[in-house]
């Protein structure tokens, strides 16, 4: 069974520092990651996927994200935090064909 | 460019009372809809999922049934809420060929 790991509760960086939120995953075959941030009261909002192709993924909001199979991780970066990337933060896994898995979450609070 | 709705935003309701969550989407065809529960803030629990119309899958036994009257409409319903019931549900879709998920705003209910 496929299964995804976020190993902190909560991260918190200072505003203009570089941002990682780790991620790491367990699937048998190819695995297919995203991640989602998610704002007080919202819905989620996709930021980037990986499915194939260059392990380093850009996405929305300046966001990255790096995937090593060898480490089976997947983490979420940004080199300068602004205090707007304050959120909840969800990494999720799946295969062709197989439903989605999310994290718990890390909330990230960026202080001024 | 396709939007997906959900209504009502906020809902309070008694123990007991009948629910009805209404999802829609908008701008594609033939979208795969998803509904989840997402309770205090953190991680999400899926609920339903539908490949088409009037195909429901369940995940979780209990006491929320899901129903897809037409192609982009999905609909969350119970006969008699639970106290337990409460928390902030979301809908979302994806497309047959891509594997991301795209979702609504949420409701939040509340059952007192």
């Known amino acids: 069974a496929q299964s995804v790991a976020q190993p902190e509760d909560q991260v918190n960086v200072a505003e203009g520092n570089p941002l990682t939120v780790k991620c790491t995953y367990s699937?048998?075959?190819?695995?297919?990651l995203f991640w989602y941030v998610q704002y007080p009261n919202r819905g989620l909002q996709f930021l980037l996927k990986?499915?194939?192709?260059?392990?380093l993924v850009k996405g929305s909001y300046g966001f990255e994200a790096e995937f090593n199979k060898s480490q089976t991780s997947f983490h979420l970066k940004k080199p300068s935090a602004l205090v707007s990337d304050s959120a909840l933060y969800f990494c999720?896994?799946?295969?062709?064909?197989?439903?989605?898995?999310f994290g718990k979450g890390t909330r990230l609070h960026i202080l001024p | 460019s396709q939007t997906i709705h959900q209504w009502p935003a906020t809902l309070v309701q008694p123990v007991g009372s009948p629910l009805s969550l209404e999802c829609t989407v908008e701008?594609?065809?033939?979208?795969?809809l998803y509904w989840y529960r997402q309770a205090a803030g953190r991680g999400l629990q899926l609920l339903f999922y539908?490949?088409?119309?009037?195909?429901i899958s369940s995940e979780v036994p209990q006491n929320l049934s899901a129903s897809r009257p037409q192609d982009r409409q999905f609909i969350l319903s119970s006969k008699k809420l639970l106290l337990s019931d409460s928390g902030f549900y979301l809908c979302?879709?994806?497309?047959?060929?891509?594997?991301?998920?795209?979702f609504g705003p949420g409701t939040r209910l509340t059952v007192t």
């Open positions: 979302a879709w994806s497309s047959g060929t891509t594997y991301e998920q795209y």
């Open positions: 699937v048998s075959g190819n695995p297919y």
């Open positions: 990986y499915i194939t192709g260059d392990n």
């Open positions: 999720a896994v799946t295969k062709k064909w197989d439903k989605i898995i």
């Open positions: 701008g594609t065809s033939n979208p795969n």
């Open positions: 539908s490949v088409g119309i009037g195909q």
